[in-house]
Nanobody
């Protein structure tokens, strides 16, 4: 069974940091590009950061300089280090895995208070 499980969300004050994790099972993790997306209330889901099988990364403009995506293929895990969080970063954060097929996790909620 293919599964992505996110964790690490929570409540943090503006300027704080969080590290999200997404553990994959049921897939050959190293063959999948991985991404972090977020969906704020009333808004569409949007890309935050992406990392390819080769380790190349891409970030939304809002994430550049503050967020870092990384992966550990030995642990089937992708991370999102988020620094200098702002209230506008409040959202449910989802990871996805893609390699021909697309798999989504259930999301982890991040709330940033001002």
């Amino acid at each position: 069974q293919v599964q992505l499980v996110e964790s690490g969300g929570g409540l943090v004050q503006a300027g704080g940091s969080l590290r999200l994790s997404c553990v994959a099972s049921g897939i050959t993790f190293s063959l999948y590009h991985m991404g972090w997306y977020r969906q704020a209330p009333g808004k569409q889901r949007e890309l935050v950061a992406d990392i390819t099988t080769g380790g190349s990364t891409d970030y939304a403009d809002s994430a550049k300089g503050r967020f870092t995506i990384s992966r550990d293929n030995a642990k089937n895990t992708v991370f999102l280090q988020m620094n200098s969080l702002q209230p506008e970063d409040t959202a449910v954060y989802y990871c996805n895995a893609r390699s021909g097929v697309l798999v989504w996790g259930q999301g982890t909620r991040v709330t940033v208070s001002s």
